[in-house]
């Protein structure tokens, strides 16, 4: 399958890329845990995602580019989840998230030809399960949402927008995404925005798409955000975010910010995990059972 992905690629001309896996910083998402290492050159930490170093390269004019690589998060094994996973990462200048969709459903093509996939807008989805509209419902109608849907809910979750909404997400993709449907799903709300660009309208929404199949998340791409002053914005919420979720402050890629300062050209960009991938194409119940080492990763 990796030598069916770089075939995929040779052809289109994207080249393939090789970033480190030890960094100076860690993921700022509040939803996603770091791994970190104390070496005697000092704290590093292992990369979840080569997203800040590839976009490094295309901003000093790599062009359209591709890694396979492996990843790291803090978190505990289950049937989708490893410590340890292998990531498909890719960015094309000049397109947007409608085209790198488009591009997904042809690579995927590759493993299931004739597979149909759908796109549906999140507040689409929502509309069809009869769940809160993501982007105009208040906190308090998201909350009580979940109530119903049989979750406690902590008095600091019951204010937490962003959580609810994750929680409002994989409950749409459970009831209304089961297994054998196929679906990208984009224009997320504002507070799931992450790196993406905010296309304004009433409501506005982030330029963002996951893509589901099966009921599992396989891929999140984004039509990314390339101003320094609003990344650095975006990094500020997401501490907050964090503050309130009593985790640690995130360090800031000063590199990166200096990157898109320099000049970040329009692109869209997505990850695409591999194990996930080749469970679903296996028709296996667990991703360690498609690992070599499954039952060995962190």
Same mark, same amino acid.
């Given at each position: 399958m990796l030598g069916e992905i770089r075939a995929y690629f040779a052809q289109q001309g994207v080249l393939e890329v090789d970033t480190p896996l030890l960094g100076h910083t860690g993921a700022a998402d509040p939803a996603i845990g770091s791994l970190a290492l104390d070496l005697p050159s000092g704290r590093r930490y292992l990369q979840t995602s080569p997203e800040y170093a590839m976009k490094r390269l295309l901003a000093a004019g790599s062009g359209d580019i591709y890694q396979l690589c492996k990843a790291f998060r803090e978190e505990e094994h289950s049937p989708l989840h490893r410590g340890e996973f292998t990531l498909l990462e890719w960015y094309r200048v000049g397109f947007d998230h409608h085209q790198l969709?488009?591009?997904?459903? $042809?690579?995927?093509?590759?493993?299931? #030809?004739?597979?149909?996939? *759908? %796109? &549906?807008?999140? @507040?689409?989805? =929502?509309?069809?399960?009869?769940?809160?509209?993501?982007?105009?419902?208040?906190?308090?109608?998201?909350?009580?949402?979940?109530?119903?849907?049989?979750?406690?809910?902590?008095?600091?979750?019951?204010?937490?927008?962003?959580?609810?909404?994750?929680?409002?997400?994989?409950?749409?993709?459970?009831?209304?995404?089961?297994?054998?449907?196929?679906?990208?799903?984009?224009?997320?709300?504002?507070?799931?925005?992450?790196?993406?660009?905010?296309?304004?309208?009433?409501?506005?929404?982030?330029?963002?798409?996951?893509?589901?199949?099966?009921?599992?998340?396989?891929?999140?791409?984004?039509?990314?955000?390339?101003?320094?002053?609003?990344?650095?914005?975006?990094?500020?919420?997401?501490?907050?975010? $964090?503050?309130?979720?009593?985790?640690? #402050?995130?360090?800031?890629? *000063? %590199? &990166?910010?200096? @990157?898109?300062? =320099?000049?970040?050209?329009?692109?869209?960009?997505?990850?695409?995990?591999?194990d996930r991938l080749l469970m679903l194409r296996e028709g296996a119940a667990n991703v360690g059972e498609v690992m070599a080492f499954g039952a060995e990763t962190l």
């Open positions: 969709m488009a591009e997904v459903a $042809r690579l995927l093509a590759v493993f299931w #030809p004739g597979r149909v996939l *759908e %796109r &549906l807008t999140i @507040a689409h989805l =929502a509309q069809q399960v009869g769940a809160p509209d993501p982007h105009l419902s208040s906190t308090a109608v998201l909350a009580n949402y979940a109530r119903d849907c049989g979750v406690v809910l902590t008095p600091p979750a019951a204010h937490d927008r962003s959580l609810l909404l994750d929680f409002l997400l994989t409950h749409l993709v459970r009831v209304g995404l089961p297994v054998g449907r196929a679906a990208f799903i984009y224009d997320f709300p504002l507070e799931q925005a992450a790196y993406a660009r905010v296309r304004p309208g009433h409501p506005p929404v982030a330029e963002r798409f996951e893509l589901i199949l099966d009921g599992v998340e396989l891929a999140n791409g984004y039509h990314e955000l390339c101003d320094p002053l609003a990344q650095r914005a975006r990094h500020a919420a997401e501490a907050l975010v $964090r503050a309130a979720r009593g985790l640690p #402050p995130p360090l800031i890629d *000063e %590199r &990166l910010l200096a @990157a898109l300062a =320099a000049g970040l050209p329009a692109c869209a960009g997505v990850a695409l995990g591999i």
